[in-house]
């Protein structure tokens, strides 16, 4: 089955120290990558996304996202947390024509 | 350029009640989708088009049904409405890099 996993519900980190959000999927072909962020309230915003290429793309507000095929994996990291970045994380995988999400992770960061 | 609109943004439904969920997108997407978003378990593809005429089933289809007579326009109809369907429903296009998502439709079934 394909699916798309965030082992992590909830991660805290304090303003300042470098955040990592981890995804994993299980999904066949050559999937795209995206990473979504979406706050209290909110729509889903796009932040990045993985086609093919360089492992390590970057996106929107100092987030980059680190491809590793061998371990299905697909974490978002930013080397210096913010308030403002407190949000709930999506990943998501496309496979064929359909769009498949994780569950999210809650994103706390203390001030 | 308005990109993905959802109406109504709040909506609260009787039992047994049908509605339809409106989205329009101006970008010329292909692809569109309705997902609904629960506590917990993220978001679920409920039905997805991959252009004017053609429909498809997503993961939680059972009550809803969608058309897409024009590349615009993905309403989402809710048949008979149950409590279990009360959610934040979702809808994106797509022209198949990424998403733009609508803001929401926080849909309350009693």
């Known amino acids: 089955a394909q699916s798309v996993a965030q082992p992590e519900d909830q991660v805290n980190v304090a303003e300042g120290n470098p955040l990592t959000v981890k995804c994993t999927y299980s999904v066949s072909g050559n999937p795209y990558l995206f990473w979504y962020v979406q706050y209290p309230n909110r729509g889903l915003q796009f932040l990045l996304k993985y086609i093919t290429g360089d492992n390590l793309v970057k996106g929107s507000y100092g987030f980059e996202a680190e491809f590793n095929k061998s371990q299905t994996s697909f974490h978002l990291k930013k080397p210096s947390a913010l308030v403002s970045d407190s949000a709930l994380y999506f990943c998501?995988?496309?496979?064929?024509?359909?769009?498949?999400f994780g569950p999210g992770t809650s994103l706390s960061v203390i001030p | 350029n308005a990109g993905v609109t959802q109406t109504p943004k709040f909506q609260v439904l009787k039992t047994g009640q049908s509605m339809t969920l409106q989205c329009a997108q101006d970008m010329n997407h292909e692809y569109m989708s309705w997902y609904r978003q629960d506590p917990g378990m993220g978001l679920r593809l409920i039905h997805y088009s991959v252009g004017a005429g053609i429909t498809d089933q997503g993961e939680v289809p059972n009550g809803y049904n969608v058309s897409r007579s024009t590349t615009e326009d993905f309403p989402l109809r809710l048949l008979s409405a149950a409590p279990s369907q009360t959610s934040v429903y979702f809808c994106a296009s797509s022209y198949g890099e990424g998403y733009t998502f609508g803001s929401g439709t926080r849909l309350t079934v009693v």
């Open positions: 998501a995988v496309t496979s064929y024509d359909k769009v498949i």
